[in-house]
């Protein structure tokens, strides 16, 4: 915004006063050369365009409703993932695993990461950071590998390729389930969903058995769809319990309550303060409870006794149900609403069709529950954001440029007609998409907003001078042609010094181009089409517009 106000300051205030000098004295005639030899040959191409004007038309038609027809296939997502030059891999593994048996497995998984030769350096973190910011266990570890510049890499071409590998042999691991994403974006996807994932389906309902069963059969519902990967589900049970459930009718007969026997137990295994010691000002609690090997097991825990009214010590296994057995081990809410997460990414195909395949599965295969319902979060939910705005922002920007060029023009006609070159531009910039296999996105859309003011501008160019050359008293297939001829090169030069300024960021490679290749791109196949649109159905247009009947040939001859 601030580079095209000051480009029209520089045009409107300095460009004429810089003219000043340059031009003083006579100007000479320019001599024949390249560029007269191509408006001549513009000028015989553009005739027979004027006097055939159904052909022109019919093939600009065509082509627009091809790129309409094509639009479908691009595929769409949010942003392109930009490339950080690592790979953040997060290795899950049960929830019960002990640390030693967590910290012998890591050192085979970071070998195997490192193995490969792209990977310059692997870092590993098993649990939580020591800042106790992520709330995780043993069951969780992270490796960052660092990767060596692309130029330098043996044996793979992409790090699609590098990744689908890697993941291959880890997953020959039993009872790991992996999740490959980047240092930065792995932060990203976790503020964005909530979880450790790149798209998520939370699952909103009460009870945790029923969460957990529904949620199975979302994932076997999209281990099922191509292009899912990293799938798994955030398990809220299998958490080892020693649960004890008080028997009424027993403790009954011994004169005692819930309350006596839940003392009991909280004192013995969890400890209770009994009093306080004072040394200064400090104050320290005193906590009694068993010691280690009188509650290492449940049958330890089955011969605790419970003292009754009557002096008798009753084991507690006569008074309650002690049993071991899988209990929560998380418990997630949102809203204030308890949810279950199964997480995955997509590879080798568009998110917005791999998304919506999945939501079309997902509701035809699993049947839930009165009160229950998914929310489908992440990349995904960004993208329906970004998509909204389009549609509001899209609409508005262009009527903002019909206004414009009605007060340009003051007639609906030329401004109209000058709007066409919209779809002329959309036509290059959905085929650059397609030939180039980029997905609709954020940054395209931006691409295309960008490229209809371009081709607009060419649209204003032509036109205006068409009704200058006719406000001169210039017959109307003169005007429409010298005006043309006239217009070639600053039509040209806008396209092509505007293509040579976003060849490098089209072609680019490095880290941090994956997000504005597709602005180049459909910015570059915009203009292409829009000014070899132009050129020739822009002209023919106005000629219908402004007279319904066209010159004779024999008129058109003298041209």
């Given amino acids: 915004?601030?580079?095209?106000?000051?480009?029209?300051?520089?045009?409107?205030?300095?460009?004429?006063?810089?003219c000043v000098l340059p031009l003083r004295g006579k100007l000479k005639h320019e001599k024949e050369g390249a560029m007269s030899r191509l408006q001549n040959g513009y000028r015989r191409v553009l005739l027979v365009a004027l006097a055939n004007p159904l052909p022109v038309l019919t093939a600009s038609i065509g082509l627009f409703v091809l790129s309409v027809l094509l639009m479908p296939k691009l595929g769409t997502e949010f942003l392109p993932h930009l490339d950080e030059g690592n790979l953040w891999i997060r290795a899950t593994m049960p929830t019960t695993?002990?640390?030693?048996?967590?910290?012998?497995?890591?050192?085979?998984?970071r070998a195997i990461i490192a193995k490969y030769q792209p990977v310059r350096l692997v870092v590993s973190q098993l649990g939580r950071p020591d800042d106790g910011t992520d709330a995780t266990g043993f069951y969780n570890c992270e490796f960052l590998a660092d990767l060596r510049p692309y130029d330098r890499w043996k044996g793979f071409r992409t790090k699609e390729a590098l990744v689908t590998t890697m993941n291959a042999e880890l997953a020959q691991i039993p009872g790991i389930s992996f999740n490959f994403s980047q240092n930065i974006e792995d932060n990203v996807e976790e503020a964005v969903t909530g979880i450790k994932g790149e798209l998520a389906v939370k699952l909103f309902g009460e009870d945790l058995a029923t969460l957990e069963k529904k949620a199975d059969e979302i994932q076997r519902v999209l281990a099922a769809i191509p292009g899912v990967v990293d799938l798994d589900t955030f398990k809220e049970t299998g958490e080892p319990q020693v649960q004890i459930q008080v028997d009424r009718a027993k403790i009954a007969r011994y004169g005692l309550n819930v309350q006596d026997v839940e003392d009991v137990v909280e004192t013995a295994i969890g400890g209770k303060t009994i009093t306080q010691m004072l040394e200064g000002e400090k104050k320290f609690a005193i906590v009694a409870r068993l010691r280690p090997e009188s509650r290492s097991d449940v049958e330890m825990i089955r011969n605790i006794t419970v003292s009754t009214p009557d002096g008798q010590r009753i084991p507690l296994a006569q008074l309650a149900d002690i049993r071991t057995d899988r209990g929560a081990a998380f418990i997630y809410r949102e809203a204030?609403?308890?949810?279950?997460?199964?997480?995955?990414?997509?590879?080798?195909?568009?998110?917005?069709?791999?998304?919506?395949?999945?939501?079309?599965?997902?509701?035809?295969?699993?049947?839930?529950?009165?009160?229950?319902?998914?929310?489908?979060?992440?990349?995904?939910?960004?993208?329906?954001?970004?998509?909204?705005?389009?549609?509001?922002?899209?609409?508005?920007?262009?009527?903002l440029i019909f206004l414009v060029l009605f007060m340009l023009f003051n007639a609906v006609s030329r401004a109209t007609i000058v709007m066409l070159n919209v779809p002329l531009a959309l036509i290059g910039g959905v085929f650059a998409l397609y030939f180039t296999h980029f997905h609709l996105s954020v940054a395209a859309?931006?691409?295309?907003?960008?490229?209809?003011?371009?081709?607009?501008?060419?649209?204003?160019?032509?036109?205006?001078?068409?009704?200058?050359?006719?406000?001169?008293g210039a017959a109307l297939q003169r005007a429409v042609v010298d005006g043309a001829v006239t217009r070639l090169r600053p039509v040209l030069m806008t396209a092509i010094l505007a293509s040579i300024g976003l060849v490098p960021a089209a072609i680019s490679t490095g880290i941090?181009?994956?997000t504005q290749k597709p602005l180049a791109i459909v910015i570059i196949g915009g203009l292409v089409s829009a000014t070899v649109l132009t050129l020739f159905v822009l002209p023919v247009l106005y000629a219908l517009v402004a007279r319904p009947v066209l010159d004779t040939e024999a008129e058109l001859a003298t041209l």
Avoid: C
């Avoid at 931006?446 to 001169?472: T, Y």
């Fill in 1 to 18: 915004g601030f580079a095209l106000i000051g480009s029209l300051l520089m045009a409107l205030l300095i460009a004429p006063v810089l």
């Fill in 97 to 109: 695993i002990s640390y030693s048996e967590a910290a012998r497995v890591v050192p085979k998984i």
């Fill in 336 to 399: 204030n609403r308890r949810f279950i997460a199964i997480k995955f990414g997509v590879r080798g195909r568009d998110l917005g069709s791999a998304v919506k395949e999945a939501q079309q599965k997902v509701e035809q295969a699993v049947t839930l529950p009165s009160g229950y319902y998914t929310v489908w979060g992440g990349e995904f939910e960004s993208m329906q954001r970004a998509g909204a705005r389009l549609l509001l922002i899209v609409p508005i920007t262009l009527l």
């Fill in 445 to 472: 859309a931006v691409g295309f907003i960008a490229l209809f003011g371009v081709a607009v501008q060419n649209g204003v160019i032509m036109v205006s001078h068409f009704d200058h050359l006719r406000a001169e």
């Fill in 512 to 514: 941090g181009s994956d």
